[in-house]
């Protein structure tokens, strides 16, 4: 995977999109050929969540606060991507979002890998594949105001000449990690992604937030990522539309989600001790990420992956102490509690 | 694994190393048994080399710098260890030297994986193990001190009822990972290794020097980890005696290899800059480590393991910023250039 890259500003993807099109004429054909109506959904999906995402976090980080810094990347096989990232800014520490949108050939050692893994109906090939998809992380400064995560992407599949995806599936979802618990931001965040779940299906909400206990488990630690969320992967259960619709919902609450906490926090007083707090909760956050995490055990193993954008996801900084032990009825020992037993929050 | 731990001085250590013996006779008997010239040598190496590197690290602190915290452990399957660890001292920002001493029968899974391997001659069993191991990693505060790694371990393995072991191995070597290179420093890093090399076989320091620049390769950064040393493992190809000679002159000369270059560095003056890119070299430290590196990945895989123990290694404090590239012909750029391009020194 060869990728060419520039800095550039929001107004520049129109005219990058135009040349990724514009490279070859039997390359244009057989990129439109797939851009079939779910692919071509979820493109403008994922770019209007990026705008409106990113749009609010600068709203939040005030008139003179810290901007996103646009960097376009072309992949030559057949795609694209912006990852939009703020670096000290005056409310967040980092934040990133990031979309990328390919289209190629399916590379053989991925289709390997999913049929080993299970999936069916995909033994002939080659296979071109659609991916689109948001990845975000934001890491605020006060250690009182949460990191979020979320991330919802398309993948399909269809045959050299075929028409019609041979598979497809929807995966996604969100979760929160506050260094200290505030309560009411965990059942406020929750809420909001069970609405969000419930106006397409009350089976969804219990089963993608169990699914996200279960995943975002630092299990060399014996704790949590964080207070949850929801996570879902391989959806493909009912029309794509109506999944479509559902993961629209999602990444559309996000805002709703999650600014309203960090509004509510982010001027709070807080000592050094709290900032150190943050800090070691920074480094299991590193942690998970490395060791745990699929997604960037993927990234890191693709050759030529842009690796800024793989590990955009980790903190601007973080600690390790030999030994930490927060002290008994603490809100530190609190926080791990909840950790160590992930909680019903509503 | 079921581990207990209790907070020691150093004089503790004969003390628990009792208790360890008397839990039981028959148990007694086992490790007595296990106990052979080897590994007896071996453990006293172990013992002997943590005195010393911590004596003469607690000596760079200076009268009111930072001391060792001494954190002893049992095995509650047999053994013990040390975890020794200073942090935010006046030279150094963390410091961990911890010995092991594990006897007890071998798990099968480990077994597996070593058949697996390439290990012959141990396809009977049950076996008992014996491991007796050092391993350091010192993160200086001053940018333009250097951190350091080494390590040396032996293992062996007996038939239950047998006396001599079936198979057994050395492994281990040390390495400086710079934040600003100073050529002087990897020269004389270097030379001092190579004198233990070659006191034992002229052919040792070419080879271990290579393995160790192929080992430390953080492979989806496209650079290595530090500025190499020496890495062997499954060394076995001359009598114990002889190998234990020459791992022994490794770890003896430890002491020579790295405080003269801290004694140099640790009170250079320093920008705000040159802290900020060696936090960012401490990150790229944390993902060699978290990512790559088999012995945080094996211990991070060993259920009921001390994490702690296993990630010692990792940092106070650690950065990543997004996309960042050092000015091209600045002393960054020059140590990133060594990185990509691994020198031979001597």
Redesign the interface.
């Known amino acids: 995977m060869r990728i060419s890259h520039k800095t550039i500003d929001c107004e520049a993807t129109e005219e990058l999109k135009g040349r990724v099109q514009s490279k070859s004429s039997s390359k244009q054909k057989e990129e439109t050929a797939l851009r079939k109506p779910m692919s071509a959904k979820m493109e403008q999906l994922v770019r209007h969540l990026q705008h409106k995402i990113t749009s609010a976090v600068e709203e939040l980080e005030g008139p003179n606060g810290g901007r996103f810094?646009h960097?376009a990347w072309i992949r030559e096989e057949g795609g694209e991507g912006v990852?939009c990232?703020l670096?000290d800014g005056k409310v967040f520490e980092?934040a990133?979002v990031n979309i990328s949108i390919v289209a190629s050939k399916a590379p053989e050692g991925m289709l390997q890998h999913m049929r080993a893994r299970k999936r069916e109906g995909i033994d002939k090939g080659p296979y071109n594949m659609f991916v689109a998809g948001i990845s975000l992380v934001m890491h605020p400064h006060n250690p009182m105001a949460p990191t979020v995560h979320a991330n919802y992407r398309y993948f399909e599949l269809v045959e050299e000449n075929g028409d019609e995806p041979v598979a497809w599936w929807f995966g996604g979802g969100c979760d929160l990690t506050p260094s200290y618990l505030f309560e009411e931001d965990a059942i406020h965040f929750h809420k909001i992604i069970k609405q969000a779940c419930d106006n397409h299906d009350t089976a969804y909400y219990p089963r993608f937030k169990k699914w996200c206990d279960e995943y975002f488990d630092v299990?060399?630690?014996g704790e949590r990522r964080g207070i949850g969320g929801i996570f879902f992967d391989d959806l493909e259960d009912r029309p794509a539309e109506e999944i479509f619709a559902f993961v629209k919902d999602c990444g559309e609450s996000f805002v709703d989600q999650y600014v309203p906490i960090v509004q509510k926090r982010k001027d709070m007083p807080f000592t050094k001790e709290n900032k150190l707090w943050q800090?070691l909760r920074r480094?299991r956050y590193?942690?998970f990420n490395?060791?745990h995490d699929r997604g960037t055990k993927f990234g890191?193993a693709t050759p030529g992956?842009r690796?800024?954008s793989?590990?955009?996801s980790?903190?601007?900084?973080?600690?390790?102490?030999?030994?930490h032990v927060p002290t008994p009825g603490s809100p530190e020992a609190e926080l791990l509690e909840v950790l160590r037993t992930p909680r019903d929050w509503i």
């Open positions: 810094f960097d990852s990232v670096q980092k990133g299990k060399h630690r800090q480094g590193v942690e490395l060791v890191l992956v690796i800024e793989v590990l955009m980790l903190p601007l900084t973080a600690r390790w102490e030999y030994g």
